[in-house]
């Protein structure tokens, strides 16, 4: 795989080079070594919200937005929720064929990798690969509330958090972790009853938060109001992520070399027979303790 | 820090080997490894399900039960989704004030570890601890539906998924990836609206789920109704738990092994500014890619 065909925006060397980093090819590394400083032009917009808050419907509608200003638009669907199930979700599929005659719309969706992880690093690889093919804006879309979304939003430089009314109030949300995580704030489904009140909920909730050190400070995340499902508010809501100055990159990185070394470290140890060592744990025949440091003690890195 | 102490049942003992534990002081690691020879007499019930399922109020009315029973019971309440406000949740600190002098219930909280993970590690060990203690119940919480749950499900010897009727349905359930990790499942507050047709979704959705290949196959994971508020159907789900064969513990403990030797490479590089090559990365000066490879060719580990 070479690097050049991608830079010139060959599409087709650009979907075979996502596969090949999917799937961890021979490869793969050295292509995204010889991208990554075409990287950095690229606005990458993290969206997350609880499942039914309509992040599916908003990105859609920023896409046709973006379109509509000229904008080549990458969109990677991320969801580290369900390991077994995997796969691109149905409604992903649907969206995927709608936007297949586009040569200015890319999607993919990832799911997790199992007990390696590495969504945060796969997710990475993907938004560098769109990044220096000439993608201007990335949309990451993840699923759900838990720590994993936290991590991939380090990968973005603006994030936005969807609310709707209904699915449990502003309380459950902090305590969901992502009110700290949140650029921009999305209050979709705003026709229904209660988006007043969870719009008060989540500036008083504002008020009372400490947002992580590696984030401006200075920044008041805007709470913007859509109907994403009659496109509403959405050019409100892409006004808003554009208005957020970033500066969030160096700690992002920061934590996305530590997943990277920490998936690298683990890959040494391939050969190593982690179900025949559970055996001998459940069955109390080893600790789990003295076995960690007999790997280590054997295993020259 | 001696075992015997602990083995014997000494409480002060059991309180200051947690903060150890939980601490990472010296000397913890060497009391596990005595300890763990020790363990695997403990039902560990692993209960999660979404923000205000009603996990706290059935987990206080199982702890009730199993008083009454003359167990001694183990809580290990797991909030890994925030990882900057941390600490205890206030619901947490209520009950262990509730639980307070009865010495037959053991209550900590966990929150999450920042960057470096380790709480799947943290939840081990304090089951080691508990179950070495003589805990001869063990109850795991965690909140949300995120991966973390799915990792530290894998610490439980059965798993309980509390549903609610109203906080989105069975479909959205399935696609926060929980549906497969359910040996039991608890559908709480059964006296709302909605509840025949949640059950039914279930039902529906087990009847296409691929239960993974670690799990024992021919379990049909049953559907308990409660109204924990009322303690109604508590029973009934203590008896579904207990009905459950087991049968997961040496993949439990496999992923676990691997996690934990994931934790003790990073240690290893515990000098390396993470934050000053997030810079370089950033401005675009290195690829993050060969930064990591030359972080592995000069830590001999």
New interface residues.
């Given amino acids: 795989m070479r690097a050049g065909p991608i830079l010139a925006g060959d599409l087709r060397a650009l979907a075979r080079a996502a596969t090949a980093i999917e799937n961890r090819a021979p490869g793969a590394?050295t292509l995204?070594?010889e991208l990554?400083?075409h990287?950095?032009r690229a606005l990458v917009i993290g969206i997350t919200g609880?499942?039914?808050a309509g992040k599916s419907t908003l990105v859609d509608h920023l896409i046709r937005l973006l379109r509509d200003e000229g904008r080549r638009v990458g969109v990677i669907c991320v969801?580290?929720?369900?390991?077994?199930?995997g796969g691109a979700?149905l409604g992903d599929r649907i969206r995927m064929q709608r936007h297949h005659d586009d040569p200015g719309v890319f999607i993919r969706s990832m799911a997790?990798r199992g007990?390696?992880g590495g969504?945060a690093r796969a997710t990475?690889d993907m938004t560098v690969l769109l990044d220096a093919a000439g993608f201007d804006t990335i949309l990451i879309e993840t699923?759900?509330?838990?720590?994993?979304?936290?991590e991939i939003a380090k990968l973005a430089g603006v994030t936005v958090v969807l609310l709707v009314p209904g699915?449990?109030d502003g309380v459950?949300a902090?305590?969901?972790?992502?009110m700290?995580i949140a650029d921009v704030f999305v209050l979709n489904k705003a026709d229904l009853p209660g988006a007043d009140r969870l719009e008060r909920e989540v500036k008083a909730v504002l008020g009372l938060a400490?947002r992580?050190p590696e984030v401006d400070a200075a920044w008041t995340p805007p709470v913007v109001r859509t109907v994403a499902s009659e496109g509403r508010g959405v050019a409100e809501a892409l006004a808003a992520i554009r208005a957020y100055p970033g500066g969030r990159?160096?700690?992002?990185?920061?934590?996305?070399?530590?997943?990277?070394?920490?998936e690298?470290?683990?890959e040494r140890?391939a050969d190593?027979d982690?179900?025949k060592?559970?055996?001998e744990?459940?069955a109390?025949r080893r600790?789990?303790?003295?076995?960690?440091?007999e790997?280590?003690d054997t295993?020259?890195?």
Same sequence: chains 1, 2.
Wanted: charge should be negative; aromatic fraction near 8%.
């Fill in positions: 590394e995204l070594r990554f400083p990287t950095g609880p499942p039914g969801d580290p929720s369900s390991p077994w199930t979700i997790a007990c390696l969504l990475t699923v759900g509330v838990g720590q994993d979304e936290v699915l449990g459950q902090l305590k969901a972790g992502i700290e400490t992580p990159k160096a700690g992002n990185w920061a934590a996305l070399l530590r997943e990277m070394l920490r690298r470290l683990l140890f190593t982690f179900q060592a559970g055996e744990v459940a109390r600790d789990p303790y003295s076995l960690v440091d790997w280590i295993h020259t890195i």
